[in-house]
T-cell receptor
Framework: AQSVAQPEDQVNVAEGNPLTVKCTYS??????LFWYVQYPNRGLQFLLK??????LVKGSYGFEAEFNKSQTSFHLKKPSALVSDSALYFC????????????FGTGTKLQVIP | DVKVTQSSRYLVKRTGEKVFLECVQD?????MFWYRQDPGLGLRLIYF???????EKGDIPEGYSVSREKKERFSLILESASTNQTSMYLC?????????????FGQGTRLTVV
């Protein structure tokens, strides 16, 4: 069975500092990995994905994520946090073959402090 | 602009009622999903469908059923609503392809069962 772990319920970071939101995964075969963001009382918005190729992927709003196969991780990063980045972030995984079931983590609340 | 539309933002139903949650997508996607979101538990997959009239159970299908008679519409049915089904319900759709594989989400339906 595939799974995603987001070990931190909440991450606090000062505005202007770099941020990291952690994610590890388990899946059979090659993974497709995703990050989504959710603002209060809204659906999820897609940020970025890793399918294949370069391990560092860039996405919306200045976010990037690094795929590490040996550590089965896909951490979300941003060089300089903004107060408007405060939201709930979800990591997700899907196997590259078979049924395209997508499994999400429990989410990490990012709080950027002015 | 791609769109996944859920029929209601907020619903209040009584215990024992049969409840229908409707979702429509305009992207011609083969895959559609229903998740429920609860604090601390993240998104949990209830059912997904990879084609018209095709469905697969997710991680928590008990107490739910689904219907997909047309490609663009995926309905979630609570046969006899119970208070433990009070939650935020999110519908999503995606393409089975490799390049455009991210899921697009509706705005969510907050269901309260009293």
């Amino acid at each position: 069975a595939q799974s995603v772990a987001q070990p931190e319920d909440q991450v606090n970071v000062a505005e202007g500092n770099p941020l990291t939101v952690k994610c590890t995964y388990s899946v059979s075969g090659n993974p497709y990995l995703f990050w989504y963001v959710q603002y209060p009382n809204r659906g999820l918005q897609f940020l970025l994905k890793y399918i294949t190729g370069d391990n560092l992927v860039k996405g919306s709003y200045g976010f990037e994520a690094e795929f590490n196969k040996s550590q089965t991780s896909f951490h979300l990063k941003k060089p300089s946090a903004l107060v408007s980045d405060s939201a709930l972030y979800f990591c997700a995984v899907r196997a590259s073959g078979g049924y395209q079931k997508v499994t999400f983590g429990t989410g990490t609340k990012l709080q950027v402090i002015p | 602009d791609v769109k996944v539309t859920q029929s209601s933002r907020y619903l209040v139903k009584r215990t024992g009622e049969k409840v229908f949650l409707e979702c429509v997508q305009d992207m011609d996607h083969e895959n559609m999903f229903w998740y429920r979101q609860d604090p601390g538990l993240g998104l949990r997959l209830i059912y997904f469908s990879y084609d018209v009239k095709m469905k697969e159970k997710g991680d928590i299908p008990e107490g739910y059923s689904v219907s997909r008679e047309k490609k663009e519409r995926f309905s979630l049915i609570l046969e006899s609503a119970s208070t433990n089904q009070t939650s935020m319900y999110l519908c999503a759709s995606s393409s089975p392809g490799v390049l455009n594989t991210e899921a697009f989400f509706g705005q969510g339906t907050r269901l309260t069962v009293v």
